[in-house]
């Protein structure tokens, strides 16, 4: 079996393309033949070692979380799902021919893969932190660094709440926010005063960590209203940081829902072979993403 992996921390030239043993389901997992994987931020946080403090892995490691295909292992105890199905979820070493997740729900009839496997930890990432936020409808929240996987799912799940949207992103993506049901806004110089101008603001997300937790506070008046999942420096200007997971399983359900009822859709900016990994994580680190990027197996 192939799959990317490194076997030190570092650049993107780190990663690897190699053969390795194929994985197995155990107790309430499933095995994955894999047709796409999700490529997030995440990932290459990991293999620059940024969490090894919070959350250690042992090397050489796999690469990724997030992927669709199809289940041709089931493990013990697991329940509503059979060899054969067309799944998407959450698990480990996901940039590789066969992957073993630990979440996974069926994909909502019309969805390709391509498209199915970067939904899964944008979504809970999205649902988790507009719960933590508190916002209600009615209300106004404000989403710095939008145009990306999590921004995108932010946008349609808060606005399908009744709740108005403001998102920040670059020039080029103010029509795409707009489309999405955003007030749209660009960052740079002068990006406070624009945002003011706009409305009252309730509540606020960083999802880019571009440095801006001061002005956010700013502009909702309390820190406890404002959650980064990009800066991890944010506690110490009293807003909160967001990184630990929900229930992955319930937020594929809601995915699946969203889906399936056309509230929900996130385009695929770029797809690349397992042997572009380095590349995918290049323009993933690079930011500036309108939706999703993937890795197609």
Same mark, same amino acid.
């Given at each position: 079996?192939r !799959?990317?992996?490194?076997?030190?921390?570092?650049?993107?030239?780190?990663? !690897?393309?190699?053969?390795?043993?194929?994985? #197995?389901?155990?107790?309430?997992?499933?095995?994955?033949?894999?047709?796409?994987?999700?490529?997030?931020?995440?990932?290459?946080r990991?293999?620059? $070692?940024?969490?090894?403090?919070v959350?250690? +892995?042992?090397?050489?490691?796999?690469?990724?979380?997030?992927?669709?295909?199809?289940?041709?292992?089931?493990?013990?105890?697991?329940?509503?799902?059979?060899?054969?199905?067309?799944?998407?979820?959450?698990?480990?070493?996901?940039?590789?021919?066969?992957?073993?997740?630990?979440?996974?729900? /069926?994909?909502?009839?019309?969805?390709?893969?391509?498209?199915?496997?970067?939904?899964?930890?944008?979504?809970? @990432?999205?649902?988790r932190?507009?719960?933590?936020?508190? *916002?209600?409808?009615?209300?106004?929240?404000?989403v710095?660094? =939008?145009?990306?996987?999590? &921004?995108?799912?932010v946008?349609?799940?808060?606005?399908? /709440?009744?709740?108005?949207?403001?998102?920040?992103?670059?020039?080029?993506n103010?029509?795409?926010?707009?489309?999405?049901?955003?007030?749209?806004?660009?960052? $740079?110089?002068?990006?406070?005063?624009?945002? !003011? /101008?706009?409305?009252? *603001?309730?509540?606020?997300?960083?999802?880019? $960590?571009?440095?801006? +937790? /001061?002005?956010?506070?700013?502009?909702?008046?309390?820190?406890?209203?404002?959650?980064? +999942?990009?800066?991890?420096?944010?506690?110490?200007? $009293?807003?909160?940081?967001s990184?630990?997971?929900?229930?992955?399983?319930?937020?594929l359900?809601?995915? =699946?829902?969203?889906?399936?009822? &056309?509230?929900? #859709?996130?385009?695929?900016?770029?797809?690349?072979?397992?042997?572009? =990994?380095?590349?995918?994580?290049?323009?993933? #680190? =690079?930011? #500036? @993403?309108?939706?999703?990027?993937?890795?197609?197996?």
């Amino acid at each position: 079996m192939r !799959r990317v992996s490194f076997a030190e921390f570092g650049g993107p030239d780190v990663l !690897r393309l190699v053969d390795a043993e194929e994985p #197995h389901a155990g107790p309430g997992q499933v095995r994955i033949a894999v047709r796409a994987a999700g490529v997030n931020p995440v990932d290459w946080r990991i293999r620059e $070692g940024q969490f090894q403090k919070v959350h250690p +892995i042992e090397l050489p490691a796999g690469v990724g979380q997030d992927a669709s295909g199809v289940v041709d292992e089931v493990g013990e105890g697991v329940e509503g799902a059979e060899v054969g199905d067309p799944v998407f979820g959450e698990g480990t070493s996901t940039y590789a021919e066969f992957a073993v997740l630990s979440a996974w729900a /069926r994909m909502p009839e019309g969805l390709t893969f391509e498209a199915a496997a970067g939904y899964p930890s944008v979504v809970e @990432t999205a649902l988790r932190i507009i719960r933590q936020s508190g *916002v209600r409808s009615g209300q106004t929240l404000l989403v710095s660094g =939008a145009s990306g996987g999590v &921004g995108s799912a932010v946008l349609q799940i808060a606005r399908d /709440r009744g709740v108005t949207v403001i998102g920040t992103a670059g020039a080029a993506n103010q029509d795409y926010l707009r489309s999405l049901g955003a007030v749209a806004t660009t960052y $740079g110089e002068g990006w406070v005063d624009r945002v !003011r /101008r706009l409305g009252r *603001v309730d509540a606020a997300l960083d999802l880019a $960590g571009s440095g801006v +937790i /001061r002005e956010l506070v700013e502009l909702t008046g309390d820190p406890q209203k404002v959650i980064s +999942i990009a800066d991890l420096g944010a506690p110490e200007l $009293g807003a909160r940081f967001s990184g630990v997971a929900g229930s992955v399983p319930e937020a594929l359900a809601e995915a =699946a829902d969203l889906i399936s009822r &056309g509230r929900l #859709h996130i385009p695929i900016e770029r797809s690349y072979t397992l042997a572009e =990994a380095a590349a995918a994580h290049i323009d993933s #680190h =690079a930011g #500036h @993403t309108r939706g999703r990027r993937v890795v197609l197996v």
